[in-house]
């Protein structure tokens, strides 16, 4: 079956810090999702992908789409502490599956 | 955005009975919902896709008879854990799914439940 392939696992930052985190597959995907999930709570969608080569924003965090269609990374800047959380990758290959597939999730954590 | 609730949000029972779990899509009508089950420290695993008007589509190794699933109508689909062991106990997460013209998905808050 499709796996998705995130890294790093785990990480402790700084405050201040930017982050960075990626997820490859071996197949192709048409849509990257990224999700935090925080402690007893749902995930929380936080950029959506589309296109390959797409960039998108939303406040501190960017995220690309990868022009392979097979990686997508997440990019945190000036990170605080209100970032910590679980972040997941997950994505949609398409051929009439609504399913997600999802990442292993990458626990950060910020030092103040 | 859109917004997914699920009802309760925690719920203690005692082996044996059964507990019924509700997502309700509230600002969009969903024909597609997904119910996921989350370990500590795991990522989500989907259990089953829910279709509005039709039978459900469960993942391999989940039972359909230990979780029933019902998707009534386009805003609202229930997971019933029958027969409640304490190897249930977990956190349930549902999602719906968006398809204006671009597919995305959106999590409801989930439902941690724990059997005594």
């Known amino acids: 079956g499709q796996q998705l392939n995130q890294s790093p ?17 071996s197949s192709i995907f048409n849509t990257w999702l990224w999700y935090k999930q925080d402690p007893g709570e749902g995930p929380v969608l936080l950029i959506a ?23 997508s990374f997440l990019n945190i800047s000036a990170s605080i502490p209100s970032d910590v959380g679980i972040y997941f990758c997950a994505g949609y290959s398409g051929a009439g599956s609504y399913q997600l597939t999802f990442g292993k999730g990458t626990k950060l954590s910020v030092i103040p | 955005g859109a917004v997914v609730s699920q009802h309760p949000s925690r719920v203690i029972c ?6 019924k779990i509700e997502c309700r899509s509230l600002d969009f009508q969903a024909t597609t919902m997904f119910w996921y089950r989350q370990f500590p420290k795991q990522s989500l695993m989907l259990m089953a896709t829910s279709n509005e008007g ?35 106990s977990s956190f349930y997460i549902c999602s719906a799914r968006v398809a204006r013209h671009q597919e995305t998905q959106y999590f409801g808050p989930g439902t941690r439940l724990l059997v005594l």
């Not at chain 1, 696992?9 to 597959?25: A, L």
């Not at chain 1, 992908?49 to 990686?71: H, M, P, V, W």
């Not at chain 2, 230990?66 to 062991?85: D, W």
Request: negative net charge; glycine residues 8%; charged residues 20%.
């Open chain 1, 9 to 25: 696992q785990s990480m402790f930052i700084q405050e201040g810090e930017d982050v960075s985190m990626n997820c490859t597959s």
């Open chain 1, 49 to 71: 992908l589309y296109k390959a080569g797409e960039l998108t924003s939303n406040g501190r965090l960017t995220a690309q789409f990868g022009i392979t269609r097979k990686d």
């Open chain 2, 14 to 19: 005692k082996s044996g009975t059964s507990v």
């Open chain 2, 54 to 88: 039709s039978k459900a589509t469960y993942e391999q190794g989940v039972e359909k008879d230990k979780f029933l699933i019902n998707h009534a109508s386009l805003t609202l689909s229930t997971l019933t854990v029958t027969s409640a062991h304490p190897e249930d």
